[in-house]
């Protein structure tokens, strides 16, 4: 199957996808209130660690040792992440799968 063409005046889509055992995770926003509800001021926030798989690397997709999918909610470590900054979303990051420490997972009948 060859590629469509693109005429000159198209625009090509422009995606981000990790190399290597990464994965490119959109980190949830900080929060401004704190779980008993008071509303911090703007300088200040509660950092997260929480994030939304956006795309696996292949490696990563082949190995069953990590059974992290497209989508998934992830808590990870952000020591290692590279910052992405994509189309002005300054929330997406290269994690090394590693660093990816836990999959947030429903319980069936829930």
């Known amino acids: 199957m060859t590629p469509p063409k693109k005429s000159a005046g198209s625009k090509s889509l422009e995606v981000v996808e990790p190399i290597g055992s990464r994965v490119l995770i959109r980190k949830d926003e900080d929060r401004k209130q704190t779980k ?14 929480t994030g939304r798989i956006v795309a696996i690397s292949a490696q990563v997709a082949k190995d069953d040792d990590y059974p992290i999918k497209q989508y ?24 090394p799968v590693e660093d990816v420490v836990a999959v947030f997972r429903r319980e069936a009948g829930e």
């Open 36 to 49: 008993t509800g008071l509303h911090l001021p703007d300088k200040i926030e509660i950092p997260t660690l």
């Open 72 to 95: 998934d909610r992830v808590l990870f470590n952000p020591k290692h992440g590279v910052p992405v900054d994509f189309e002005g979303d300054n929330r997406l990051y290269v994690i």
